[in-house]
């Protein structure tokens, strides 16, 4: 049973008192999942639970009360601030972005990248489509930057190369997205691996730029 309520917390930058909703709910007790890693189901909306904003000071993290030396001078920086009001985006995308841009100062790539996926689940659902297509361009340029320093960012590099390729394909980059696919299906891979590159594969094939299920590749007919 999934809990929410409210907390009181101090911000970590300005030291301001205010109520966060609180909930279990994360991405690593989620066992059905869109390709691009989103929850389905009840869990959907739980990603509006992983960030907290200062309305005071516009802080943005997923533990408003902690923080390190970077995100105090980082919090103060011009690109800071424009992204925290970025009219281009719906409020909470934006705060995803901000804390995007403290991991990327602490050049922590892999979790710069997923704030930006989580960014772009907010924008699909408040219909800013050319948003969405940039902060998945965000997470393919972050996610390229967490391999060359070598962070991880799936249980395995098969599932890392899923998601890059389902981030191509939602920005209806068909050809990368294909290319991808088909050299990875010219690999060994675990059958339940094998399953979402099909399922990757047949909806590029339908030029298909929309969300769909992991669970779709367990059925037969898809
Ligand atoms: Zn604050």
């Known amino acids: 049973m999934t809990t929410v309520y409210l907390s009181d917390k101090l911000c970590f930058i300005c030291g301001e008192k ?50 390190t030396d970077t995100e105090k001078q980082v919090v103060k920086s011009e690109e800071y601030l424009k992204q925290l009001d970025d009219a281009a985006f719906p409020e909470t995308a934006n705060s995803f972005l901000c804390h995007g841009i403290f991991m990327r100062s602490r050049e922590q790539y892999a979790d710069a990248a997923w704030a930006a996926v989580f960014a772009s689940w907010i924008c699909d659902d408040n219909g800013y489509s050319e948003s969405a297509h940039t902060c998945r361009g965000k997470a393919i340029e972050l996610f390229t930057h967490a391999r060359e320093h070598s962070q991880k960012f799936a ?39 094998l399953d979402l590159l099909y399922l990757e594969r047949d909806l590029i ?18």
């Not at 929850?39 to 533990?63: D, F, H, K, M, N």
């Not at 249980?155 to 394909?169: A, G």
Request: net charge negative.
């Open 205 to 222: 094939n339908n030029r298909d730029s929309a969300a769909h299920s992991e669970a779709e590749a367990d059925d037969p007919n898809v």
């Open 18 to 67: 205010s109520k966060y909703p609180m909930g279990n709910l994360s991405l690593g007790n989620v066992s059905v999942r869109d390709l691009d890693g989103r929850p389905t189901l009840i869990l959907r909306s739980s990603v509006y639970l992983w960030i907290q904003r200062c309305p005071l000071c516009g802080y943005c993290a997923p533990e408003i009360a902690e923080g």
């Open 155 to 193: 249980d395995s590099m098969q599932q890392e190369q899923i998601y890059f390729i389902d981030l191509y394909r939602r920005r209806s980059q068909f050809d990368i997205a294909s290319r991808l696919c088909d050299k990875a299906l010219e690999e060994e891979h675990t059958d339940r691996i």
